[in-house]
């Protein structure tokens, strides 16, 4: 994991699931995670035929444009992002241990409340999952 991710997101171990973002001359947020088999969800989803459940993915794809925001100046740091919807979710494919995924997000809409964005996650060049999520900002707490 990149030590820079942490100056982007509050998250931390056992719940951060971005190792890099960056954001490209176009707009769109590009990131990626390598799911290790020591991630803690392995143990029971499901025994004996570990996936990183779906809505891991999404809250995986939730981070990264988060992070491509504060990290682009979009959003400062001093900010919470709150999911509040998510729609036009869709699995296409399994990830598994030991995969790395890249995540390609577009911001659709941004102000000082709330945004909304656009993402996918490849393992490769195959799409794993794809969605549409709207978040609140909320200051941090002092």
């Known amino acids: 994991m990149s030590t820079e991710i942490t100056k ?29 088999s020591s991630e803690f969800f392995f143990a029971g989803h499901f025994p004996g035929f570990p996936v990183v459940p779906g809505v891991i993915l999404v809250e ?18 001093k900010y919470h992002f709150f999911m509040a919807t998510m729609k036009d979710i869709k699995f296409r494919r399994k990830v598994v241990p030991d995969e790395t995924v890249r995540f390609e997000i577009r911001t659709l809409r941004v102000s000082h409340k709330m945004l909304r964005q656009q993402g996918h996650c490849y393992v ?14 909320t200051p941090q707490s002092a």
């Not at 960056?22 to 947020?29: A, F, K, L, N, Y």
């Not at 995986?60 to 740091?77: D, E, K, R, T, W």
């Not at 490769?124 to 900002?137: K, N, Q, R, S, Y």
Request: hydrophobic share 45%.
């Open 8 to 36: 982007f997101l509050p998250h931390r171990k056992p719940f951060l699931f971005v190792d890099e973002v960056e954001t490209r001359d176009d707009g769109v947020i590009v990131g990626s995670y390598r799911f290790t």
């Open 60 to 77: 995986a794809m939730a981070q990264c444009g988060g992070a491509g925001l504060v990290q682009s100046g979009a959003i400062p740091y």
């Open 124 to 137: 490769g060049d195959e799409l794993a999952a794809e969605a549409e999520w709207m978040c609140v900002i």
